[in-house]
């Protein structure tokens, strides 16, 4: 919701965080994952403009992480989406995904990550600092989408949780 000097901070810093992910997919897509960094984006599957294989969304019909790590391809950003080509059982597939459609996106090397929540208005953002991959997506496996190496990169037995700074609670109403 908008002050009364009609600033939507919650708009903003939904669109600043999402452009920081889109500098951050463009820098790999240049330059290739540095050191021990890999990713897992969580997207919605059902949101407009998510390009996906019919059978793909017939298997993640409302969400699934995919994750960028040991092998992806033809990773390119395209104004306000990204295209990849990920392995789904030994078979290559390219998937195109707006920004708008990523609900999370994790770096669990840095323990960094990035959550957006949709409110009313459809403009909201939360940022986490520290994460570990979601649970409950994936393939049949068991491991989360596009995955082809077995390493889950779940806890590194360190203990530590996530503390969620949640911008709504900011928010004026």
Same mark, same amino acid.
């Given at each position: 919701?908008?002050?009364?000097?009609?600033? =939507?901070?919650?708009?903003?810093?939904?669109?600043?965080? %999402?452009?920081?992910?889109?500098?951050?997919?463009?820098? $790999?897509?240049? /330059?290739?994952?540095?050191?021990? /960094?890999? *990713?897992? #984006?969580? #997207? @919605?599957?059902?949101?407009?403009?998510? &390009?996906?294989?019919?059978?793909?969304?017939? %298997?993640?019909?409302?969400?699934?992480? #995919?994750?960028?790590? @040991?092998?992806?391809? +033809?990773?390119?950003?395209?104004?306000?989406? *990204?295209?990849?080509?990920? =392995?789904?059982? =030994?078979?290559?597939?390219?998937?195109?995904?707006?920004?708008?459609?990523?609900?999370?996106? #994790? &770096?669990?090397? $840095?323990? *960094?990550?990035?959550?957006? @929540?949709?409110?009313?208005?459809?403009?909201?953002?939360?940022? $986490?600092?520290?994460?570990?991959?979601?649970?409950?997506?994936?393939?049949?496996?068991?491991?989360?989408?596009?995955?082809? +190496?077995?390493?889950?990169?779940?806890?590194?037995?360190?203990?530590?949780?996530?503390?969620?700074? %949640?911008?709504? %609670?900011?928010?004026?109403?």
């Amino acid at each position: 919701m908008a002050n009364r000097d009609g600033l =939507n901070y919650g708009r903003l810093m939904q669109k600043a965080l %999402r452009g920081l992910m889109a500098e951050v997919l463009g820098h $790999v897509a240049e /330059h290739g994952l540095p050191g021990e /960094h890999h *990713f897992y #984006i969580g #997207i @919605d599957t059902t949101h407009p403009g998510v &390009d996906m294989p019919d059978w793909l969304r017939a %298997r993640y019909p409302g969400e699934m992480t #995919i994750v960028l790590q @040991d092998w992806f391809a +033809d990773l390119a950003v395209l104004g306000d989406r *990204f295209q990849v080509t990920l =392995n789904f059982s =030994n078979q290559p597939q390219t998937l195109v995904v707006p920004f708008a459609a990523v609900q999370t996106f #994790i &770096d669990p090397s $840095v323990k *960094f990550g990035l959550k957006f @929540d949709e409110d009313e208005e459809g403009e909201s953002g939360d940022f $986490v600092p520290a994460a570990e991959p979601p649970r409950g997506t994936g393939d049949a496996d068991g491991e989360p989408a596009g995955s082809d +190496d077995g390493d889950d990169g779940g806890d590194d037995g360190g203990g530590s949780s996530a503390d969620i700074v %949640r911008l709504d %609670r900011f928010r004026k109403t």
